[in-house]
């Protein structure tokens, strides 16, 4: 398998644009994760899904941000509209049981 | 709230040296605890896994340990490498799958 796969692995966009990060898990994990890292805050965890039914999203910081989890392959996390203060990277992570398995994540940097 | 702190912060070693890292978090009702690695601009990559009920757990070189009762675990790398130089989380697991993250010690090793 070739793991979680994100993309993009890099976004630069201007504040005010809509942006959308892609994640595919491993396949056959029956959870899928959305983290947010920060120098100042850490890793943040946004919102998780289980059998692609959203489990908790209290980590979503503001309406503005929004997932989703068509089905089991396929996940998005969407900015819209964009602020600087979002810059940061997200990181995809799937499981099956206890271990996590990361993205390599996507760097956003909004101007 | 569950909070992670890890120390130290950063750490410099020489090549082959055994170092231990440390990890404490409040809240001792955890499920597990696993260690992680994240290199630059790389996602987490999951060491050990530490089952509540466990006290410690080994992979090769590494070695955790955990003691809930005092909301302590600490990973102990033996002859430690430049191949080891990285960023180690811990991660604890309150409540199925809601993984709180500490900040993270950045190890360096000389050669």
């Known amino acids: 398998d070739a793991g979680v796969i994100q993309s993009p692995r890099h976004e630069v966009t201007e504040m005010g644009q809509e942006v959308t990060l892609r994640c595919k898990p491993i396949?056959?994990?029956?959870?899928l994760f959305w983290y947010r890292q920060t120098m100042m805050r850490g890793l943040e965890l946004l919102i998780y899904f289980n059998n692609n039914v959203p489990i908790d999203d209290s980590g979503m910081p503001e309406d503005r941000f929004s997932a989703k989890m068509p089905n089991a392959s396929f996940s998005t996390l969407k900015i819209q509209p964009s602020e600087p203060r979002d810059s940061a990277v997200y990181f995809c992570?799937?499981?099956?049981?206890?271990?996590?398995?990361f993205g390599s994540g996507t760097q956003l940097s909004v101007l | 709230k569950q909070e992670v702190t890890q120390i130290p912060a950063a750490l410099s070693v020489p090549e082959g040296e055994n170092l231990v890292l440390n990890c404490s978090f409040t809240?001792?009702?955890?499920?597990?605890l696993q260690w992680f690695r994240q290199d630059p601009g790389k996602g987490l990559t999951s060491l050990l896994l530490i089952q509540s009920s466990q006290r410690e757990q080994t992979s090769g070189r590494l070695n955790a340990s955990l003691d809930k009762s005092s909301g302590r675990s600490t990973l102990y790398i033996a002859a430690s490498q430049p191949g080891d130089s990285a960023t180690y989380l811990c991660a604890v697991d309150n409540y199925g799958q809601n993984f709180v993250f500490g900040p993270g010690t950045r190890l360096s090793v000389l050669p």
């Open positions: 809240d001792s009702a955890i499920y597990n």
């Open positions: 396949s056959g994990h029956d959870y």
């Open positions: 992570a799937s499981g099956l049981g206890e271990k996590l398995f």
